[in-house]
């Protein structure tokens, strides 16, 4: 049965037979070859114009193409589409949650550190009763005899002791004579101040750890080295019809 153009086949050897090349890019002449181009096109890179590609196989899986359900992969396959690699890292963001070892190295004692501010606080003092002791000498007032009677001057002082008659503040009928000591106690009640009170604040704190270095272990087990991704594999020879019979459409 002769092969249908395009037709693409695994054979255990490492070269093609007539009629067939090997499926490793390589470029065609569309102007040679131009009914496998109608077939191909550029799916598989060339220019279009002159030249086109067939597929590249070399250490790669071939896979059918359309609608993916699988989890993970691409939601539709192309003819044609490259995807997939050998090896693959684990990052931060497609690890599970894990725990790393930390470490707390003190970098010696702390020292004074000094926070200044203002503060108001409430107040309320009480001042006790206030008792003060003392006396008080009265002036000697200076007198003129008329008619044989004893009168204040004019300029006499209204404290001192004059006659009924002419001093105010005279309490008994009694001879003009100079006003004798008196003697008096002053008071005053308990009294209760209360406000607020303002003014700068320093505080001061000593001792405790001058910083330090936390140090976090890497994850036990792993060393961030790359990891395949390939299943066992068998390599084979993957080779393309460049002539036969032109495949109809059902």
């Known amino acids: 049965m002769d092969p249908m153009l395009g037709m693409v086949f695994m054979v255990p050897w490492n070269w093609a037979p007539a009629d067939y090349v090997r499926c490793n890019g390589q470029q065609m002449s569309i102007q ?7 077939l191909l096109g550029t799916v598989y890179g060339g220019n279009g114009s002159t ?31 490259l995807g997939g690699a050998f090896v693959s890292t684990l990052n931060q963001a497609n690890i599970p949650l894990h725990i790393h070892t930390s470490t707390f190295t003190a970098g010696g004692a702390g020292g004074t550190s000094t926070i200044t501010g203002t503060a108001t606080l409430p107040t ?13 000498t009265q002036n000697s007032m200076t ?64 001792g405790g750890t001058g910083g330090g ?26 080779i393309i019809a460049i002539n036969g019979t032109y495949p109809m459409r059902n």
């Open 32 to 38: 040679q070859y131009a009914a496998v181009y109608s």
């Open 51 to 81: 030249n086109f590609n067939v597929p590249n196989l070399q250490c790669r899986m071939p896979m059918g193409y359309g609608q993916s359900t699988l989890t993970g992969a691409p939601g539709v396959l192309n003819v044609g589409q």
């Open 124 to 136: 309320s003092t009480v001042i006790p009763s206030l008792a003060v002791n003392g006396s008080i």
């Open 143 to 206: 007198t003129t005899t008329i008619g044989g009677t004893a009168v204040p001057s004019p300029t006499a002082n209204v404290l001192g002791r004059g006659s009924a008659t002419n001093n105010a503040y005279y309490p008994t009928a009694q001879a003009n004579v100079a006003g004798p000591a008196a003697s008096f106690t002053l008071s005053t009640d308990a009294t209760t101040i209360a406000g607020s009170a303002s003014g700068p604040v320093t505080l001061t704190a000593t």
């Open 213 to 238: 270095t936390v140090t976090v272990g890497p994850n036990v087990g792993g060393a961030g080295i790359p990891f395949g991704t390939v299943s066992p594999y068998l390599a084979l020879n993957f």
